[in-house]
């Protein structure tokens, strides 16, 4: 099943279980979604369920975040979250925070989804990853799924949560294919928020990542294994709440802690693993030192050789997997 | 300047004609005629001409020649007065004992605020900005619980003591949460309006009722709201008071066009521009826009033209910005209150006797709700962890709260500063040290 057919049956699933839910965003309906996520839900649900937007982001994410308000679960499409910066005080300030505002009188069942981080050949103002932007509010739940699997899990688990999550697809890994289980295929499918999962265990380094980087860093723990290093590989799954405690047991066992995100460096995922980390008793564990391994420190470039340049690809992790082993500068 | 009233209609066209008159038919899929006239259209019109302003009483309370008084017995109209009359008299209190703190008030909007909550119905779901605190009183949110909120003790249930005075918000009132930043509640309003008219027990019975100033009509969530209000068509009652100040910025330097009014025809909205001092006019056109709203499921305009007679709030001079005279000029010309109080006393239904025993009374229950309300502990320290996530509480809120509690067993007890603190917490922050 491809990660984009994996969303799509999660939406429909939710919405047949629970009329409140409901689906709007940009060309969600008639158009089937810019990425067609939304594909056959006009034809399933009707209008009244599947609602075309205006393009205004700070203008149907705060409908969608009053009508969570008044009881209903808005599913909000973003064609990409790069335009979401445009609704991030109702996201950030309404969305996020009411609850606690409310004296936990007024929650806020809502879910921002749609594509987040680098694609291919959009340049900077297209190709940010907002997981960092996101994770940093509490009151918000943060999702960056990788597979098919995952998709399925968390949307309908992040549709079923009473509070906001922030659910942040990956443009590049709609159309690929992932088998699913058949626990899975259940309509009644869940993953918990908030759990990491060990794609691939190892013992000599531990490789987090998230989102289309967890692809690399198997692609990468294959490679090491050739050279006969065994990477344990953690797809973090949920940015916020974060799974430290996944990821401390494995750095208790491989002693060694690289962090791959398609994000920038700066104040990123990586940087927050790494220092909880080092804060705690995972300090002592550590061999080498810990490293991130990210996007550029530029706005991403459009030039194809130049973008390629911008972000992590499967060698670099390799390289750095080796040198956390001190098998490489 | 109202002798134009019910002789022109309020339009941006400059010019009134008929289809027939166009010879050359329309544009395909429309009803724009051609022309071949090259005419530019504005709300600023050469001969100064604006939307008119709908109103019921004259500067002296008196019904003006062809006006229509809306429906109300004498029951209703003193309580109109009295909620009027309450405003002022609470905010003067907050003022001079919270000075340093951030409490809104309200003079000159007394009308604008209890006429139009008077005109709704009260399951109607309201949603402020920060003056609309007089939509709460006229459904009977009460002193006590008005204090307990600006004070944030334990008995702010609206909030925890978790909102800044005057952030107000109550379910049960139907009222929202208020949100800081200027004008989100605008297209928060139209899905509150889309989820009523999902839901087949209110719809067309409830609208989504949405507070703001000139002031946030400015923000992009103005623009955008109501834009999505009537492309998603809701039963949203968007009421602006334009009360001619956004805290300093005088209205003329935060539009040029004529008011907010002009705006609700270009996105198809029916519109009204009412004498925001002039609290029958208000409740006479907001009921009037309610039902339109309700029975159409549509969107509706509602510019209320006020004066703001106080500051903006407690950390504001306006003196600073508009002559002392100007103001002093304005609470005698157009008192919304002294108004609505002329119309009662024409009516036998109000006495200089019981205007006397009314101040005396609101006084004395203010004072009465502050000192029992400044008295009352806050809610348990533990509340500072609570209702961040619906549900299972994250690791990270349990680990805050047993630091916390680490930090408490070691020196709440013994450190003098802090022995002092937990005793202004309900059960002192106990629960920490068990």
Known sequence: ?329 | MFRHLGRRAASCTARKRTYSEFKHGNLPHSHSPITTDLEFFNSVRPDGQQIPTYRVLDSVGQPIDGSTVPEIDESFARKLYETMMLLPTLDTLLYSVQRQGKISFYHGEEATVVGSAAALSPTDEVLGQYREMGVLLWRGFDLDSIMSQCLGNKEDKATKGRQMPVHFGSPQHHFHTISSPLATQIPQAAGVGYALKRDPERRGKDCAVCYFGEGAASEGDFHAGMLLASTIPSPTLFIVRNNGFAISTPSSEQYYGDGIAARGPGYGIDTIRVDGNDILAVLGAVREARRRCVQQGRAVLVESMTYRVGHHSTSDDSFAYRARQEVEDRKKVDNPVSRLRLFLESRKWWSDDEETELKARLKSEILTAFKRAENLSRWELKELFSDVYGGDEPWNLREQREELGELLKKYGTVWEPWKKEREKFSGSGDEFLS
């Not at chain 1, 609850?99 to 959009?122: E, L, Q």
């Not at chain 1, 940087?271 to 991130?292: H, K, M, N, T, W």
């Not at chain 1, 990210?294 to 690809?313: M, Q």
Request: with cysteine; proline share 5%; glycine share 8%.
């Open chain 1, 1 to 329: 099943m491809t990660v984009r057919e994996a969303l799509n049956t999660a939406i429909e699933e939710e919405m047949l279980r629970d009329e409140s839910v409901f689906v709007m965003g940009e060309e969600v309906a008639r158009y089937n979604g810019a990425y067609k996520v939304t594909k056959g839900l006009l034809d399933k649900f009707g209008d009244k369920r599947v609602v075309d937007t205006p393009i205004t982001e700070m203008g149907f994410a705060g409908l969608a975040v009053g009508a969570a308000l008044a009881g209903l679960r808005p599913i909000c499409e973003f064609m990409t979250f790069n335009f979401a910066m445009q609704a991030i005080d109702q996201i950030v300030n309404s969305g996020g925070k009411t609850y606690y505002m409310s004296g936990g009188n007024v929650p806020c069942p809502v879910v921002f989804r749609g594509p987040n981080g680098a694609a291919s050949g959009v340049a900077a103002q297209h190709s940010q990853d907002y997981c960092a932007w996101y994770g940093s509010i509490p009151g918000l739940k943060v999702v960056s799924p990788w597979s098919a699997e995952d998709c399925k899990g968390l949307l309908k688990a992040a549709i079923r949560d009473p509070n906001p999550v922030v659910f942040l697809e990956n443009e590049m890994l709609y159309g690929v294919s992932f088998p699913m289980s058949q626990e899975a295929l259940s309509d009644n499918f869940l993953l918990p928020i908030g759990k990491a999962k060990v794609e691939r265990e190892g013992t000599d380094v531990t490789i987090v990542a998230h989102s289309k980087m967890v692809t690399h860093s198997l692609e990468a723990a294959e490679a090491l294994a050739k050279e006969d290093i065994k990477a344990e590989v953690i797809n973090l799954r949920s940015i916020r709440p974060l799974d430290i405690d996944t990821i401390l047991k494995s750095v208790k066992k491989t002693n060694r802690l690289i962090i791959v995100e398609g994000g920038f460096p700066a104040f990123g995922v990586g940087s927050e693993i790494c220092a909880q980390i080092v804060e705690g008793e995972g300090f002592d564990y550590l061999d080498a030192p810990v490293e991130r391994v990210t996007g550029a420190d530029v706005p991403t470039p459009y030039a194809a050789n130049l973008e390629a340049l911008s972000f992590p690809d499967t060698p670099l992790i390799v390289k750095v997997a080796k040198r956390a082993l001190y098998r490489t500068n």
